[in-house]
């Protein structure tokens, strides 16, 4: 599903945060992304949703060359890819509802639909007395469920997750893995970066291992 061979990243001319990567993600594979602070995990993952082009080497995703696509070709493929951006990205105009639905919307699904799947997603995260509110009035750990709920909907192909469970309890990080790990069984591709040795002890899964950019399996 994504394939990158010697691939670098160098932000505005900088020193390479990540060098030399060599990888293989299959459908139905579920990883962990660990490293110290610093050590190049979002970049990573930044790359893996093409939200940035590496600066050497090679990327594929869905066996197309990364590189050599449009920038609307590029779109396509992200829809495909569900994300949780550490820093959550909500859009802060509309309710948590709405957050939820929306890339049901952009893929032409049918409201009725929408409503089963959004209000199940509400259910399932404890989030279902705040469907109306938008994101600004919610704590961290509920912005963070929302955007878990947002990147699930759509059951993509490929699911990053960048530190999902950084601002939630045990019980609900575990509820959290939990849905990754039915979506995983259904061929998603997981990737989870995460500091949180408890979950990778009781969830366990292959770790990829970062040290200043370069990858350590
Ligand atoms: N937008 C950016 N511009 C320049 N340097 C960046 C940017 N984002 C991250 N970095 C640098 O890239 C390295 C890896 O950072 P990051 O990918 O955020 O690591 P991690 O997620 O593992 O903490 C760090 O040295 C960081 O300072
Ligand atoms: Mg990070």
Same mark, same amino acid.
């Given at each position: 599903?994504?394939?990158?061979?010697?691939?670098?990243?160098?932000? !505005?001319?900088?020193?390479?945060?990540?060098?030399?990567?060599?990888?293989?993600?299959?459908?139905?594979? +579920?990883?962990?992304?660990?490293?110290?602070?610093?050590?190049?995990?979002?970049?990573?993952?930044?790359m893996l949703h093409i939200g940035l082009l590496p600066t050497r080497g090679d990327i594929s995703i869905f066996g197309q060359d990364i590189m050599q696509i449009s920038r609307q070709q590029r779109a396509d493929l992200r829809r495909d890819i569900g994300v949780i951006f550490q820093d959550f990205r909500l859009l802060p105009h509309l309710?948590?509802?709405?957050?939820?639905?929306?890339?049901?919307?952009?893929?032409?699904i049918s409201e009725?639909?929408?409503?089963?799947?959004?209000?199940?997603?509400?259910?399932?995260?404890?989030?279902?007395?705040?469907?109306?509110?938008?994101?600004? +009035?919610?704590?961290g750990g509920q912005q963070q469920r929302v955007a878990i709920a947002r990147a699930v909907i759509t059951k993509p192909k490929i699911l990053l997750a960048d530190e999902p469970t950084g601002?939630? !309890?045990?019980?609900?990080?575990?509820?959290?893995?939990?849905? +990754?790990?039915?979506?995983?069984?259904?061929?998603?591709a997981v990737v989870v970066a995460t500091h949180n040795k408890g979950m990778i002890g009781r969830f366990p899964h292959h770790i990829l291992n970062l040290k200043s950019g370069h990858l350590i399996t």
């Open positions: 599903m994504i394939n990158l061979k010697h691939t670098g990243l160098r932000y !505005d001319g900088g020193p390479e945060v990540l060098s030399d990567i060599n990888l293989n993600l299959e459908a139905g594979s +579920f990883h962990y992304l660990t490293g110290s602070s610093g050590s190049g995990k979002t970049s990573l993952m930044r309710s948590v509802y709405d957050n939820i639905a929306m890339p049901l919307r952009l893929a032409d009725t639909k929408i409503e089963t799947a959004v209000t199940e997603m509400l259910n399932w995260l404890g989030l279902k007395d705040y469907k109306s509110i938008k994101p600004a +009035f919610l704590s601002s939630l !309890d045990d019980y609900m990080g575990d509820r959290i893995m939990t849905l +990754f790990e039915e979506l995983n069984k259904n061929g998603t």
